[in-house]
């Protein structure tokens, strides 16, 4: 399969994640923060985060934040 690509933008809000699989999410625009497993990270443009497969966190932005991530495999072709 392939991987996966996506782009999510999101402003002044948060939201919890249970992450099926592995993703590599960058930071784009603004502030991005991950919470997970009890550690909060801080991302700004640039920065990256490698979530392992059924991590659940909470993604929150202070402002304006965009971010693009990929996973893999990709849910929408991988074949149980």
Not at 54 to 77: D, F, M, Q
Request: charged share 20%.
């Amino acid at each position: 399969s392939t991987p996966g690509v996506a782009y999510m933008a999101w402003e002044n809000s948060s939201f919890s994640w249970m992450f099926p699989q592995a993703e590599v999410l960058v930071v784009l625009e603004g502030e991005v923060t991950v919470t997970a497993k009890g550690e909060t990270r801080t991302g700004k443009v640039g920065d990256s985060f490698i979530i392992p497969a059924g991590t659940e966190a909470t993604l929150s932005a202070v402002g304006k934040a965009r971010c693009v991530h990929s996973s893999w495999p990709n849910p929408e072709t991988a074949k149980g």
